[in-house]
């Protein structure tokens, strides 16, 4: 496992990605106007598998610097399901049911999660008082900027499953970011081309069998389809795995802070939606729990 490296390309990449995702959900709720949520997600998957694959195919077709034990395999399989085509389907069954607050605290509680499993699982992740606090003081800036919709109700029958499903999502995203910092040696490209066809080997059998074969899809809703697919999948998943595997899932999860963020200020921006009340407020609370608990990598940063 190589060593944990932080510098100006992690921050850039994470910086990409929090505006990437942020932006992403008004994009979907596009999409969904003409397809149903499973086959949103098959679209996406499958669509970025392909695409990423061929890249890495252009390039050599080189994964692993040797071959796999039976153990390493089984962890790749559980990565692949757990990346992409688990989390999806859980979110778009659970969005059903349960407030957007709700959910958008729930992928926040990602990072939360990555603390401890990093601690156990990957060497030179150790919990520490000043990470600790600055994760917990960056969760409570989210919840901040979401407001009372948080934790509002959704009256549905169905809520408590529908919360259950969106935070099994968090787990899964968790989860997949430690073990994939466990792999060894890597081609970034391949990996994430393998995950997201793992995904796609999951994910469209479960979306035929929930919603079956999908009519046909009018052209803007391909259009949308082919972005998601191009941009916050295929591109994301690339830098997802390239800071995952050299600055490690703790720093990666720090990006779920910065998701909602961008989400409000680019909905600002593009649709003329309101700035929230308490925007500054969580700014200040997201930027500083970050500060916080990234010290030693921003006082290396600012020292070079």
């Not at 990409?16 to 959900?25: H, N, S, Y």
């Not at 520490?128 to 960056?138: D, T």
């Not at 200020?265 to 929230?276: K, Q, T």
Request: aromatic share 10%.
């Amino acid at each position: 496992m190589a060593e944990i490296r932080i510098d100006r390309t992690s921050w850039i990449m994470i910086a990409a990605l929090g505006i990437v995702w942020g932006a992403t959900f008004p994009v979907i709720e596009l999409a969904l106007q003409g397809i149903t949520p499973f086959w949103l997600a098959s679209a996406r998957i499958v669509l970025a598998a392909v695409l990423t694959l061929g890249v890495w195919r252009l390039r050599g077709g080189r994964l692993f610097e040797r071959p796999l034990t039976r153990a390493e395999l089984v962890n790749l399989l559980i990565v692949g399901a757990l990346s992409s085509a688990l989390p999806f389907m859980l979110i778009s069954w659970g969005q059903q049911y349960v407030t957007a607050g709700f959910t958008g605290v729930s992928m926040a509680s990602v990072a939360l999660m990555v603390l401890p499993l990093a601690h156990f699982l990957i060497a030179g992740e150790q919990l520490s008082w000043r990470k600790a606090l600055g994760f917990v003081i960056g969760f409570i800036g989210i919840v901040v900027l979401i407001g009372g919709d948080a934790f509002e109700a959704s009256g549905d029958v169905r809520e408590a499953p529908g919360r259950v499903a969106v935070l099994a999502a968090a787990g899964c995203y968790a989860v997949s970011s430690v073990f994939m910092r466990r792999l060894p040696p890597v081609d970034p490209i391949g990996l994430s081309g393998v995950l997201l066809a793992i995904g796609a080997m999951l994910v469209v059998p479960a979306a035929i069998a929930a919603e079956g074969i999908p009519t046909t899809i009018d052209g803007k809703t391909l259009f949308w389809l082919v972005i998601l697919g191009l941009i916050p999948t295929a591109t994301a998943n690339f830098l997802r795995v390239q800071v995952i595997r050299t600055a490690g899932p703790t720093f990666m999860s720090l990006t779920n802070y910065m998701v909602p963020l961008w989400a409000v200020v680019l909905g600002w921006i593009f649709l003329s939606e309101p700035l929230p009340p308490s925007l500054l407020w969580a700014l200040t609370l997201i930027l500083g729990g970050v500060g916080l608990s990234q010290y030693g990598a921003l006082k290396r940063l600012f020292a070079t």
